[in-house]
């Protein structure tokens, strides 16, 4: 390996080099200036980025505030909550953040992932986001961003398609307005949901589809203009594509009307958000112990309740807000470590303010970004229209049907499930379909957390696999009337062949050829276990007569073999053809070493 | 991979092929009689086999005996079960086994680990003996054989170094006969004993010490005289090699008769073994239920005592058992699958009849080898010895002090130290040595059990952390006037590199070259999140004005890049040369499509 990246890990060459680095790092200004960039961002500020990023700042808060509400009840938490996650997020993201489309704020998966821990005290959405928080800072603090190259596109496209079947299944109970619990995985919602089926409600169904199919529509709509293609419709195609990111906030809207209207003669089909409480929220520490059935739990009892697997939720926040910047950079690079440490004082900062864990969402940064936001001042604005809605509106929050909210979330979700990723496994590579499926399933039945966990035990079983039998080309060839064969093992003989190399040497042995050339020019690295059993198969195969070179082998794994078995150097030979080696042998080499 | 070995993991070619080759297998008569090779070596038996045979059962058994004693002390199960546990499973062993010199009884290791068990109840011992006998047949019968590949060289070091200071240490307490308990690890027995050892007993001491130095005496003995080298004392010299071979039974004699003599005087300075309950063992199912504390656990609860860390017990029966066939196998291949069934067996058949697990030992294999043996029959030799000392000398064994069987274990586990490994590598490889520093630390302060998993777990992370920097060589030249770099990537690009690569690319792309080529023909495979990030990095560059030649893509990794983002091959070239397409670059190629 010749790089010299400072992320790599546990080999410790150039490390004088990089400790200098790092010192004369930290007492830069510049590098300080990059870990606050509002401090970058804001010196070059003018009327135009201020125009653009209030156009952009008021279309993605007129789309918070439903999924803000949404994802409320997709936790379990009260509505207000899922929108001081907006704002106060929001505002910190304005100062550390380093992508100016991202948008943070609650995401669904976030929020089904703290739905079980929310049932037992609303105080665990504080305190993940305040722990979330924390973890991700020291990720970032401490770059460790590497960890997250360790989960795979596969698992990471099977754990989204897991979360959205498990929201949007968790959403039919609300959807058909039908009794009973909406379970805590995708298996035991659409239990649920089947089990108490003969309880659905006919106007929350009738409300809740029709909300879906109106979103539907609006979104193939703008297509559908594009498609019409008059020149005179061009502003109409914008006005109406602005209008269409706005699309959530517009079908709840005229949901809530119709209700209001029917209230306003006496009727009430529909189930509704109810009362909200408005105003800001009770600043204070986050809650370091809380009441569960009447009974008072520590900080301790509440670490236990996460338990190990409440580690997925940082993961989680770090691997979709990075996730995003990177699809939304476009050719500039993402600071990784810097988004792992906006993400984290987000969290970190709002668990003061009563929020429940956010990070980047896709939709809403989507909309920012079409929307053509300039910078980081367009998530405040957002947090102030955000503001404005929960100091002021709580009161027309009161009729938004949850019927129709629960559309809103089962619209978001279709979006995330992967189907691509499916049919390009299955032509390119089963393998790494399995894990996608490993992923899902368990993801699906078990639980999210143990889907993410499955899904990488798997891939690293995979990784072993391969170590175990690595790649090892054979060649056949004559050097005067001698019948030789070539291997040339390709990068790494680790531990775990170190059985299969002899059986591998034997089989190959078994031929016409008697003299075997290992052409090492490719092989980096030989475990010791390897290299044991190396030498004892060449010094059995030797006494049946066969013959061995050992062709361009890197000094380093010279030098072991011979520390290993002193003389066994006289096999190893170098220099461009290995011809002359061949019919030299006789001549060059003394006898075997046994 | 272009091997068709029947045990590769999970990638499924040739499976056809196998099916066939596997029920060919199961019908011939030959596949039958390797499972039990007695129906292969008794009909060519012969009278000079016999007398070799009986030389080596003899010398054998005498050994067996003062160790199968102190293993059982060492386990905490009573004498005569370290006794039985050498003669069923070697009489099974005759049968099932495939390895001439492998002599199967209790081990030291594996009595430590029973240890914590039999503390609990003494029938935990006849229960680890059929469930690790049931483990390892199933292995052997699943031909899973392939899953012990994973445990390297370094971690089985580390831990047969770990479990020899372990077991040395708790021998301490009997040696120095001082009070207290003698501790589950390493550092609680050393813990155990410096609190306690003002209670230390002269005499004990004295005969410990002497112990250890006559048989640390007589075993270099043999080394001195031979190279004393008078051709004179050829036959002195065998008659004291097979005197040297009975050392721990001539050691305990001597020290029994001692003991005796003082006991005929009315003193007994010693702590002696005691009255040993002789004759056969009670024949019966193993016990499924047993008591504890006067509480009866059944199985389920025995099962929960032992926990998934007991599975490390079968692991380590069979690790011992097959390097120790392969130690002495010389050039003959040792078949791992019959190993591991008649393990198998020898456990589960034995453990009817009171005995403990059971494996290859080192010691006693050697001896077995070194005094000629001819064919497993040695083993029911051995047996018989055994067998007739636990029926006609248990009145004997009362009088063998403790303090010397403590100092034929403390000898016995000098030799399972293994220093060599240190020296070599820390000479070759830092990391491997941290993998064998993990795995002793652990062992000899938490646990055995954990020990090994401990350094498993270093393993995969360095299997891991390797795939995540594959190796890369980088060339410059110029073909023209064009600066070009060529990258060659060696090996798998697996999805734990996939942030690396484009990180990589960028870096190299900063020089001053204009064409960059990927010269994959030593590239065996690509995850799909590395081929997405090397075409969007690729699709970056070249926004730059770079241009990018893939060279010599197997054809599957150009499928995938393809069906990722069609159009991309146009930048795909193959051909012994590169120098035409750099050349003809501006003809050949299309615009790049974005």
């Known amino acids: 390996m010749e790089d010299n990246d400072p992320r790599r890990p546990l080999l410790g060459t150039r490390r004088e080099n990089r400790y200098r680095r790092v010192a004369s790092k930290l007492c830069s200004l510049d590098s300080w200036r990059r870990r606050l960039p509002i401090t970058i961002w804001l010196p070059n500020y003018c009327v135009e980025y201020l125009i653009r990023d209030i156009i952009a700042g008021v279309t993605v808060g007129l789309t918070s505030i439903p999924q803000g509400i949404a994802y409320a009840i997709v936790a379990g938490v009260p509505p207000q909550v899922g929108l001081y996650s907006s704002i106060f997020p929001g505002i910190v993201y304005a100062l550390f953040g380093s992508c100016k489309d991202v948008t943070v704020g609650p995401t669904a998966i976030l929020s089904a992932l703290l739905a079980k821990h929310v049932a037992r005290s609303v105080d665990f959405a504080y305190l993940a986001a305040f722990l979330s928080g924390c973890c991700v800072l020291l990720l970032g603090v401490l770059q460790l961003g590497f960890l997250l190259d360790f989960i795979s596109k596969p698992v990471i496209s099977g754990f989204t398609t897991a979360a959205a079947l498990q929201i949007a299944a968790s959403q039919l109970k609300t959807l058909f307005r039908i009794s009973g619990k909406s379970g805590d995985t995708f298996v035991s919602a659409l239990v649920n949901f089947f089990t108490n089926i003969a309880t659905v409600q006919l106007w929350d169904t009738v409300l809740g589809i029709a909300s879906i199919i109106a979103l539907i529509i609006l979104k193939k709509s703008v297509i559908a203009v594009a498609d019409s293609d008059s020149s005179c419709r061009r502003n109409t195609l914008k006005t109406w594509k602005y209008l269409v990111q706005a699309r959530n906030a517009i079908v709840v809207l005229i949901a809530a009307i119709i209700a209001f209207v029917l209230h306003l003669y006496g009727r009430m ?326």
């Not at 957390?449 to 175990?468: K, N, P």
């Open 269 to 594: 089909p529909f189930a509704l958000t109810g009362k909200i409480e408005g105003g800001l929220p009770r600043f204070g520490l986050p809650p370091f112990s809380t009441t569960v059935n009447n009974e008072t739990v520590g900080f301790e009892g509440m670490l236990q309740e996460f338990g190990p697997e409440g580690l997925v939720m940082p993961l989680v926040a770090i691997l979709e807000s990075i996730a995003i910047a990177k699809a939304f950079a476009g050719s500039t690079t993402v600071d990784a470590t810097q988004e792992m440490i906006a993400i984290g004082m987000c969290n970190l900062l709002a668990s003061f303010a009563q929020s429940m864990p956010a990070t980047g969402s896709f939709t809403r940064t989507a909309i920012n970004h079409a929307s053509g936001v300039m910078t980081p001042a367009g998530s405040l604005v957002k947090a102030s229209i955000v503001l404005l809605s929960v100091t002021l509106l709580t009161e027309a929050f009161y009729f938004i049907p949850r019927a129709t909210l629960a559309g809103v979330i089962v619209v978001a979700m279709a979006s995330l499930i992967d189907v691509q990723i499916v049919r390009r496994l299955w032509r390119n590579s089963k393998l790494q379909l399995l894990v996608f499926v490993v992923t899902v399933v368990t993801g699906a039945s078990v639980g999210l957390e143990y889907g993410i966990l499955a899904g990488a035990a798997v891939d690293v079983l995979r990784t072993l696999a391969a170590a175990a039998r690595p790649h090892i080309t054979t060649q056949s060839f004559k050097v005067g009337n001698q019948d030789c064969i070539c291997l040339t093992p390709v990068g790494s003989l680790s531990y775990a062949c170190a059985e299969y190399i002899p059986m591998m040497l034997q089989r190959r042995a078994r031929g016409r050829a008697t003299t075997i050339v290992l052409d090492a020019k490719h092989l980096n690295s030989m475990d010791i276990g390897v290299a044991e059993n190396l030498i004892s198969s060449i010094l059995d195969l030797e006494e049946k007569n066969l013959r061995f070179l050992l062709w361009n082998l890197p000094e380093h794994i010279a030098r072991l073999l011979e520390d290993i078995q002193p003389g066994f150097d006289t096999r190893i030979v170098s220099g461009p053809s290995i011809d002359q080696h061949i019919l030299g042998l006789d001549v060059v080499r003394r006898d075997p070493i046994y």
